[in-house]
């Protein structure tokens, strides 16, 4: 572990991101002899899958499951691989090429590194529904944080609503943990399943099938679970009072609730990659924008790759399999000999193992469009609370994109820079129009991808060419 | 469905009194204007994304300073400072929105005793040009800085100010302009950038690319911002625009803590705080870099030193459209009457002028008296040797 | 370990965030918005959502889930926007 005072100025690799693929790229650098810095917002590594694994309240074999634990092994492997690991460290900017801005303690430091592997995963879908800001309110993933690291979970009554395996898995961990849950509201788009069923053969011979079979079996024995839902509500004043939704057959059901859990998949977080001008392209499978790589995860953008769930949501195995390709093609690359094949192969035959079966899981999930493009008073942008409503009359006026709308409504603008907003404006603007998300595109990003204080950046060096565009009087 | 696709969906013929190409701060102000007038007007503009000075900008309403060596700029500029409170209220009766223009007075703040001495001459000349009528202004010593800005800090040496002087919400500024425009019956074309401008029979087609249907209008304005450089000479328009460089940042909303407009620091209705200023040439890259960044920031805080602890959330750099000699050029073309251009870099403080005083020179097609005659092209002709 | 919600002493885990300390004390809403003045609070736990903004020991807008308890730290609904020298 290293404090901010304690980097080198130059690195051959900088990876960003402590997740599988962080992980395993930084693993995979610093023992082909690499000098490596594996930067992580976090103060503990894992990432989100693996969040709190290095202090988790709960021990193996115990509520969590199997596949969590190998992230310890991942963990391991990294801090005693020789590089250096730097937690609270949030990388804001590639503003320079082989140059990463990060902030650590209030103070940036800008290091050179020669390839820079971009690991920063995904994060929950949007989910805009009617009173979804309300407190009380809050993601699967942060419940799933809640528990790996503080042992938590909601007390009162609980209500998960939603789609996908994440979905699953924590009520398979709440249900270990003897957490009850009062209902499960399952969102999955039975107009699904037809063209998932097109690639159920190959997720029979996944290893997701037995693995997802057991738990829903579990899951299901145990909770109540509502299918087909079509529509949900979060009603109250100051917080979350109860949960309102609406199955195909019509009727609306009320459910007191203290906390709702929200969840329909999870999606590339894409900024720091956008503001590098990383070319991404819409995905028609994942329903989100991913960024174009090949198969060594190497961009447009000369000696930066990108690995794991943030190339496109594979999950934790497959993350793990593309950090170790790009960082077997960062190895090549600065030492001029084709080495690691053998990490290549076992890479890739793993890649090709957690892969199958994806396109069952994708498909059977994508989120319904009702659940994606809200309408009416429903915020789509929670930073700058605009409505579905606003951004639909505002493509009436003749908005053709989101950084017009941007510019005349104010969503994107808020410090979570268009995370939680950007898919379901892309989306509404997309079908207003008729045309594709690709059309449309998405919010043009710049450094800083995370807030950086005025002080902090006054603290960056300058020159004179600066001064003079500054200071002209 | 867009406006533009459903009037021509209901059978409207393409052809205009007068199409505006750019819809930014100067082609929507104009062609708001126009239509207003009951002229029937296209307004024609890229896509999502593009140089949009626009989106980019200080919102300064800022008179002091400007028009050293242009005697005729510094009354058009206080022209069109002292039209923006009617053009605001035009504005909220035709759309609802608030522009939130603030006009109280503005201060260039200065950080030395050698940038006031340089201050107070650069004024004192501007205001001794032949011609110029001298607006309302005032060197202010540190103490009469800080009883107008309390929370400035100790490098604070003194300030210009100006009573003139504000700011706007620029970027509502530009949605007011757009509904307005389509409420007086203005029909807005995005994503229809013009490829060639073909003038026929004194009238003009606007071509564009991807086969969309033509355009014809008897009357033009290239309002185009940097585009006007490429579409000028189509129409016998010599409009020298160069594109300059400057950065932004924007911080978290904070609780109100300016009374005044500070002409590189101001807070917006909101309560965010933008940060400027700086002037690079660099072409046509919008790129951010720290360095300019870091002096910005820098002299922010040295201004107010309590922003040192506010989060920048964003920062962004914008293309000025910046005229050869740094002057709007406003002119008609003497090959293709009826073809007319107007451009500057300060399209907040000149859109008072740009909606009240333009659209009826436009109409009439000919400058009243000489006031337009020096933001004319012919500034920029070489003189023939002989 | 101590630790001060709005002037009040309430216990807290050694490693929780701020955000999760909250949320183990039944507080929902941790702030009021800056644009509209809402009630608002967690929602992603993983720094990107930016709705678990809290006041602590004197600092505004400061992420709850990105901060760990310390004992003895104060922590203060953030109440619309920033005010001045905090």
Same mark, same amino acid.
């Given at each position: 572990m290293i404090a901010a005072s304690a980097?080198?100025?130059?690195?051959d690799v900088a990876v960003v991101g402590a997740g599988p693929a962080g992980l395993a790229a930084a693993t995979t650098c610093a023992q082909s002899g690499l000098r490596c810095v594996l930067f992580d917002e976090q103060e503990q590594p894992g990432g989100q899958i693996y969040r709190?694994?290095?202090?988790?309240?709960f021990t193996p074999d115990t509520v969590l499951g199997d596949d969590y634990w190998r992230g310890a092994d991942l963990v391991r492997a990294a801090l005693d691989s020789g590089a250096d690991y730097a937690p609270g460290a949030t990388v804001w900017g590639l503003l320079r090429p082989e140059e990463v801005a990060v902030s650590m303690s209030g103070v940036t430091r800008q290091i050179r590194a020669a390839r820079i592997i971009l690991a920063t995963g995904a994060i929950e879908r949007p989910f805009p529904i009617a009173g979804g800001t309300l407190p009380g309110v809050i993601t699967a993933g942060a419940a799933q944080i809640l528990l790996k690291t503080s042992g938590l979970a909601p007390s009162g009554r609980t209500v998960l609503a939603g789609c996908g395996p994440l979905l699953w898995l924590l009520a398979w961990q709440y249900l270990n943990a003897g957490v009850r849950l009062d209902a499960i509201l399952d969102t999955t788009a039975s107009a699904n399943w037809p063209r998932a069923a097109r690639h159920a053969a190959a997720f029979a011979a996944s290893p997701y099938l037995a693995k997802g079979v057991r738990l829903m079996l579990a899951v299901r024995r145990a909770m109540r679970i509502v299918g087909g839902v079509v529509e949900i509500k979060a009603d109250g004043s100051d917080r979350l009072e109860a949960v309102s939704y609406r199955t195909r057959s019509g009727k609306l059901e009320r459910l007191s609730a203290d906390t709702l859990l929200l969840h329909q998949g999870v999606a590339p977080n894409v900024n720091l990659a956008l503001s590098a001008n990383i070319a991404h392209q819409w995905s028609d499978k994942q329903l989100c924008f991913v960024p174009r790589v090949d198969r060594y995860g190497a961009t447009g953008v000369p000696h930066i790759a990108i690995a794991g769930d943030?190339?496109?949501?594979?999950g934790a195995e497959a993350a793990e399999a593309r950090g170790r390709l790009a960082a077997v093609a960062a190895v090549r690359a600065l030492t001029g000999e084709h080495l690691l094949a053998d990490e290549e192969r076992t890479a890739r035959r793993s890649l090709q193992t957690y892969e199958r079966g994806r396109a069952f899981l994708d498909l059977l999930y994508q989120p319904a469009a009702d659940f994606r493009r809200p309408r009416g008073e429903v915020i789509a942008c929670r930073c700058e609370e605009v409505s579905a409503r606003q951004i639909l009359d505002t493509v009436a006026l003749g908005c053709p994109g989101p950084n017009q709308m941007k510019a005349f409504l104010r969503c994107g603008m808020g410090p979570c820079q268009g995370r939680f907003c950007g898919l379901t404006v892309t989306e509404l603007i997309a079908q207003a129009r008729g045309v594709s998300c690709d059309k449309v595109g998405y919010y043009r990003l710049r450094p800083p991808v995370k807030p950086i204080t005025l002080g902090e950046i006054s603290g960056l060096p300058s020159n004179e060419a600066a001064v003079k565009a500054v200071a002209r009087e | 469905m867009m406006a533009a696709e459903a009037a021509i969906q209901a059978g409207a013929r393409n052809e205009y009194d007068v199409a505006v190409i750019g819809g930014g701060l100067v082609g929507a102000a104009i062609a708001w204007g126009l239509a207003r007038r009951g002229r029937k007007v296209a307004m024609l503009d890229e896509g999502d994304v593009a140089y949009r000075a626009s989106r980019g900008n200080f919102a300064l309403v800022w008179v002091q300073s400007k028009g050293a060596g242009f005697t005729e700029y510094a009354l058009w500029t206080r022209h069109s400072a002292e039209a923006w409170p009617q053009l605001a209220g035009a504005l909220r009766d035709d759309t609802g929105l608030d522009v939130c223009l603030q006009q109280s007075g503005g201060l260039h703040l200065l950080l030395s005793e050698r940038e006031v001495e340089s201050r107070a001459n650069a004024i004192k000349r501007l205001h001794n040009q032949p011609g110029m009528v001298p607006f309302d202004y005032e060197m202010l010593d540190r103490a009469a800085v800080a009883r107008m800005l309390p929370h400035v800090g100790p490098d604070v040496a003194g300030a210009s100010f100006c009573p003139l002087d504000g700011h706007v919400n620029a970027l509502r500024l530009l949605r007011a302009l757009h509904v307005a425009f389509q409420k007086h019956g203005g029909i807005y074309f995005p994503e229809r950038p013009v490829e060639r401008i073909e003038p026929r029979g004194g009238e003009f087609r606007l071509h564009s690319a991807d086969n969309a249907q033509t355009i014809g209008a008897q009357k033009i304005v290239l /309002? /185009?911002? =940097?585009?006007n450089a490429r579409l000028g000479p189509m129409v016998g328009l010599n409009v020298p625009v160069r594109p300059q460089r400057g950065q932004i940042m924007v911080t978290e909303r904070t609780a109100p803590f300016m009374p005044y407009v500070v002409h590189t620091v101001r807070q917006t209705d909101e309560g965010s705080v933008m940060i400027a200023d700086s002037v690079e040439e660099a072409r046509f890259d919008a790129s951010v870099g720290s360095a300019v960044l870091a002096v910005e920031a820098d002299r922010a805080i040295k201004m107010f030193?309590? =922003? /040192?602890? =506010?989060?920048?959330v964003r920062c962004w750099a914008a293309l000025r459209v910046m005229p050869k000699d740094g002057y709007p050029i406003y002119d008609q073309s003497k090959t293709c009457p009826g073809a007319f251009v107007a451009t500057c870099h300060s399209g907040v403080t000149l859109t008072g002028a740009h909606a009240l005083a333009l659209p009826p020179w436009i109409d009439a097609g000919v400058p009243p008296g000489n006031t337009f005659g020096a933001f004319a092209t012919r500034r920029f002709d070489v003189p023939a040797i002989n | 370990m101590t630790i001060f919600v709005d002037g009040v002493a309430m216990p807290a885990r050694d490693g929780d965030s701020v955000a999760a300390a909250l949320l183990a004390l039944g507080h929902a809403a941790c702030r009021t918005s800056a644009v509209s003045g809402a009630p608002r609070g967690p929602y992603c736990l993983m720094g990107v959502c930016f709705d678990c903004l809290v006041m602590i020991d004197g600092v505004a807008n400061r992420q709850a889930c990105m901060a760990v308890v310390r004992d003895g730290m104060r922590i203060e609904t953030q109440r619309g926007k920033r005010e001045y020298g905090t």
């Open positions: 980097l080198d100025e130059r690195y709190g694994i290095t202090n988790s309240p943030g190339a496109g949501i594979a | /309002a /185009a911002g =940097l585009g030193p309590h =922003l /040192a602890k =506010l989060n920048v | -």
